[in-house]
């Protein structure tokens, strides 16, 4: 291990990946790109690691995880959070060896085979999709201004504190107990948000288009409402028959969708009702329980409640 006087010299310290998916990937990049040195991979396909080496130079593919457990200071678990203490219970590590894992709704306890051999264990979670990313200077981007949520302590802690410092973004400490709270909304806002944008371009093929035709016509206006969100906040940036009290329109489009993709129905019906306290707060109370009452009446039709 590279200690001075108690403390880590974080740049020299050699970093290994057993894990070479986008998460690894992408987190291998940047650091690779903020000058740490990246030196060792596995994964579960060679072929994997193999692909991650060769995007970082000095780093090697190794066909086995034990070979970059042997060989690093600090060593990243990017692999399936199912996997994850299955991983550190079938590796030997060295006391006051560094080892991280990348879970997000994970908490220490998934290390703990590591911790009784006495590593040093914690967690770096970065709040981003590394999907599309191939090089250092793109993950660097895509870091840039992004949380991490980071649990660790001693010299580990102040590394992945110091690591996300230089990859641009900050960090944050998640209690044990938030952990799962925590990764539920990242994947609200980011898988769940693919897949609503998806079943929307989805209702272009009832219309006798492609849902490509529909990804192109969405992507400026979906852009644009992030974009405002950031700028404007939730209140300001939300528009759409549910907070312009149009209760009218909220039932055409009930009965569309009833009609002609039923089963949408119910995804349509949970986002109307999340948006109901912006309603309120935008055309006032007595109108937003109109509307409210328009969705429960929908909700109550026989089939839907089913859909």
């Known amino acids: 291990m590279l200690f001075l006087g108690g403390c880590v010299v974080s740049k020299r310290l050699s970093i290994g990946f057993i894990g070479a998916g986008i998460l690894g990937k992408g987190l291998a990049l940047g650091l ?5 040195r990246v030196t060792a991979a596995a994964s579960r396909s060679y072929e994997s690691a193999q692909e991650l ?31 994850i203490t299955e991983v550190a219970a079938s590796l030997m590590w060295s006391p006051g060896q560094g080892v991280a894992h990348c879970s997000g709704a994970g908490t220490l306890d998934k ?12 967690s770096i979670h970065p709040l981003q999709t590394f999907a599309g990313v191939t090089t250092g200077r793109q993950s660097i981007e895509r870091m840039k201004g992004i949380t991490f949520a980071i649990e660790a302590h001693g010299w580990l802690l102040e590394t992945l504190e110091g690591m996300a410092k230089d990859l641009g973004g900050r960090s944050i400490r998640i209690k044990p107990e938030d952990r799962v709270l925590y990764h539920t909304s990242a994947v609200m806002a980011c898988g769940y948000l693919a897949a609503l944008v998806d079943s929307a371009a989805g209702l272009w093929e009832r ?3 492609t849902k490509s035709d529909g990804m192109r016509a969405l992507e400026p206006i979906a ?13 300001k940036a939300v528009t759409g028959p549910i907070v ?9 489009h009930m009965e569309a969708l009833s009609e002609r993709a039923p089963g949408l129905s119910t995804l349509y019906l ?3 009702e999340a948006s109901l306290p912006l309603a309120e707060g935008r055309v006032g109370g007595a109108k937003a329980r109109e509307v409210e009452a328009a969705l429960s009446e929908y909700m109550a039709k026989d089939g839907v409640k089913g859909d």
């Open 111 to 122: 290390l703990m085979p590591a911790t009784r051999q006495g590593a040093r264990c914690g």
């Open 32 to 36: 690779a790109g903020a000058g740490y």
């Open 53 to 83: 080496a060769s995007l970082v130079e000095g780093c090697r593919a190794e066909a086995e995880p034990q070979a970059v457990a042997s060989s690093c200071d600090l060593v990243f678990i990017t692999t399936p959070d199912d996997v």
């Open 270 to 272: 949970a986002l109307a």
């Open 223 to 235: 852009r644009a409402t992030l974009e405002n969100l950031v700028k404007l906040g939730t209140q």
């Open 207 to 209: 219309m006798g288009l």
């Open 244 to 252: 312009r009290g149009d209760v009218e329109t909220v039932r055409r």
